[in-house]
T-cell receptor, first 112, second 114 residues
Framework: SQQGEEDPQALSIQEGENATMNCSYK?????LQWYRQNSGRGLVHLIL?????REKHSGRLRVTLDTSKKSSSLLITASRAADTASYFC????????????FGKGTKLSVKP | NAGVMQNPRHLVRRRGQEARLRCSPM?????VYWYRQLPEEGLKFMVY????????ESGMPKERFSAEFPKEGPSILRIQQVVRGDSAAYFC????????????FGPGTRLTVT
């Protein structure tokens, strides 16, 4: 099964609302990264949070990490139509060579 | 600073042909990862290379798939005798180091096997 699993699988909101996506993982990690993928395109790196960090901000993005629950959340505030995309969390297992393990993603739709 | 480059962006092959996918990492990056994405799925790791070395190929199918990252030139993912099930988007990513560093992705190569 996937190391990272996002929840919900799909999310539809109105412009201006906040969007929250969650990610759970199974093993110990070095860090957790969030990526965005627009339909049919490559992945864009959004934010990396290390295993010894609990919260990180970047612009309208806020990421939290709870290693005791093996979970992370991505919050996008004041969403825009341009935020419509799939969002993936990816982890690097502790002791691994650095390959990312992705979940299946959350498909976010922001309606204008 | 150019990002990760992949070519071709789209590749159509008939069953039994060979597919060669190329990836040029970002300037200054010496670590390359290849991932495969099936429709409506997340990315699955295939192989991790440094210059002239395969570090981890635990995600590579045992048959028909190979990868290299020569001293000069791009990294190549080679699929011999393609089958319909190989149809997918193949992404490469590069980073400055192993483990804790951000990986930056290319736009992908979409392989269609007819």
């Amino acid at each position: 099964s996937q190391q990272g699993e996002e929840d919900p699988q799909a999310l539809s909101i109105q412009e201006g609302e906040n969007a929250t996506m969650n990610c759970s993982y199974k093993t110990s990690i070095n860090n957790l990264q969030w990526y965005r993928q627009n339909s049919g395109r490559g992945l864009v790196h959004l934010i990396l949070i290390r295993s010894n960090e609990r919260e990180k901000h970047s612009g309208r993005l806020r990421v939290t990490l709870d290693t005791s629950k093996k979970s992370s959340s991505l919050l996008i505030t004041a969403s825009r139509a341009a935020d419509t995309a799939s969002y993936f969390c990816a982890t690097i297992r502790g002791g691994s060579q650095g390959n990312l393990i992705f979940g299946k993603g959350t498909k976010l739709s922001v309606k204008p | 600073n150019a990002g990760v480059m992949q070519n071709p962006r789209h590749l159509v092959r008939r069953r039994g042909q060979e597919a060669r996918l190329r990836c040029s990492p970002m300037k200054g990056h010496s670590h390359v990862y290849w991932y495969r994405q099936l429709p409506e799925e997340g990315l699955k790791f295939m192989v991790y290379l440094q210059k002239e070395n395969i570090i981890d190929e635990s995600g590579m199918p045992k048959e028909r798939f190979s990868a290299e990252f020569p001293k000069e030139g791009p990294s190549i993912l080679r699929i011999q005798q393609v089958v319909r099930g190989d149809s997918a988007a193949y992404f490469c990513a590069s980073s400055t180091g192993q483990g804790i560093y951000e990986q930056y992705f290319g736009p992908g190569t979409r392989l269609t096997v007819t």
